[in-house]
């Protein structure tokens, strides 16, 4: 199994709301990723987990709190957002952190956020 | 700061034109990675070049990093429909931490003329 699936497809939420986005893989990766991409632009490292820990947090608002319950899940939790903050936002993992030896990156087809 | 250029931005070609896309670094790199972006579709790993002067081949598609290994390019011979998309170099760029983290390069978005 070499994909990463992420849920829901869409979102539409309001300011006041809290959601939350999900990713899971079962390659045994042990380094997942949330970047967020708006159009046309390239995708925006917004947190690193490896080994289940937070490595790198790419100075995000905290409206967007990150979770890794597990090697193979990863959670964004969302609150409190603004309409710039609509996006589509990737997860992705690789076998170890990015910059070893070996770190292909997966990305699952990702969640498109739309705030009101 | 660390900078990364791709270019050109935009590239339009009739279909069985070859393409060439260039990626720039400011610093010199540990490897570079190339990625794929269909439109409405999520980045699809190509390749990744670790050795300077490396130049890896697939079917078409011709992968080169420098000998300073601040460059890299992407050249795909005799376009076809399918290899629409945006095109994106991937690095190392920041290595004032522990850790390398990859970041992606502006992209360069192809479309082809059938």
């Known amino acids: 199994d070499t994909e990463v699936t992420q849920t829901p497809k869409h979102l539409v939420m309001g300011m006041t709301n809290k959601k939350s986005l999900k990713c899971e893989q079962h390659?045994?990766?042990?380094?997942m990723y949330w970047y967020k991409q708006k159009a046309k632009k390239p995708p925006e490292l917004m947190f690193v987990y490896s080994y289940e820990k937070l490595s790198i947090n790419e100075s995000v608002p905290s409206r967007f709190s990150p979770e890794c319950p597990n090697s193979s899940l990863l959670n964004l939790h969302l609150h409190a957002l603004q309409p710039e903050d609509s996006a589509l936002y990737l997860c992705?993992?690789?076998?170890?952190?990015?910059?070893?030896?070996?770190?292909?990156?997966?990305f699952g087809p990702g969640t498109r956020l739309t705030v009101l | 700061g660390q900078q990364v250029m791709q270019i050109p931005q935009y590239q339009h070609v009739q279909e069985g034109e070859d393409f060439t896309t260039y990626c720039n670094s400011s610093t010199t790199l540990s490897n570079i990675q190339w990625y794929k972006q269909r439109p409405g579709g999520h980045p699809v790993f190509l390749i990744q070049l670790v050795k300077s002067g490396e130049v890896k081949k697939q079917k078409r598609l011709t992968f080169q990093f420098g000998e300073a290994k601040k460059n890299s390019s992407l050249h795909i011979t005799a376009t076809q429909t399918t290899d629409v998309g945006t095109y994106f170099c991937a690095g190392p760029w920041d290595v004032k931490t522990s850790y390398d983290k990859v970041i992606f390069g502006p992209g360069t978005s192809l479309s082809v003329i059938p």
């Open positions: 390659m045994g990766h042990r380094a």
């Open positions: 992705a993992s690789s076998q170890d952190q990015a910059g070893g030896s070996y770190n292909e990156q997966f």
